[in-house]
C-alpha cells in the first residue's frame, strides 16, 4: 500500500529551541493531516492541510504542505516542555477511505 | 461528550485464548478503523469499515477478525491470540472520506494487550 515516510524518528532539544519533522510520500496527497500523541496518550488531531503550497500556523506550530503536495512539515519554534510527544503525519491510503500514518518523530524536551 | 470508547483498556492473555476488544462511538460517525501501535513501526492499519456490514482489510489483517452489525460499533477479534500480537490497540472513528476532508480521525485510548 501506500507509504509515508517520516524523519527523524527521534529529536531531542534543549527547551527553546525549534523543532521540525518531515513527512515524505511517493504519491500525491490529496491532503495531510497531523497528529499528536503525549506519553501514554492516544493520538489527537492537530490540523489538515490541503492545497498545494498551504501554510498554517497553530500558535508557535507552522504546517506547511508541498507545491507538488507529496510532502509535509510541522516546525515548532521555541520548544516548551509541553511540547514533549509523538508528532505523526497521516495521508490518504490506497482507498479514499483508508489513512495511512507515517513511523512518527518522537520529541523530548529537555528543561 | 463525543468519544470513542474501547475496552477493556489493559488485559494480560494467554496464547489461543480467543479475546474481543470493544469500540463505540456516539458522533455518528461513518468510517470506523482499528490500528496497532508498535515502538518504531507507528501506528499500522488492521481494518476497517465504510459503514454497517462493509469493512474491508488493512496493511495488517492476518490474525484478526473485524464485524460492523450497528454504526456505532466496531469490535476487534483475535480468535487465537499470540505472542506476536501483544500490541497497543486504537480505535478509530471519522465522518467520511479524503478528499472531502471529512476523513478526521477521533482516537480511544487504547487498549494494551499482552500475549503470554
Redesign the interface.
Known sequence: GQQVMQIPQYQHVQEGEDFTTYCNSSTTLSNIQWYKQRPGGHPVFLIQLVKSGEVKKQKRLTFQFGEAKKNSSLHITATQTTDVGTYFCAGPGGSAWQLTFGSGTQLTVLP | EAQVTQNPRYLITVTGKKLTVTCSQNMNHE?M?W?RQDP??????IY?S?NVEVT?K??VPEGYKVSRKEKRNFPLILESPSPNQTSLY?C?S?LG???S?A????????SRLTVL
Open positions: 468510517y478503523s490500528y518504531g513501526l507507528g501506528l499500522r492499519q476497517y465504510m474491508d488493512g496493511d486504537f478509530a471519522s472520506k479524503a478528499p476532508g476523513n478526521v480521525l477521533t482516537f480511544g485510548a487504547g
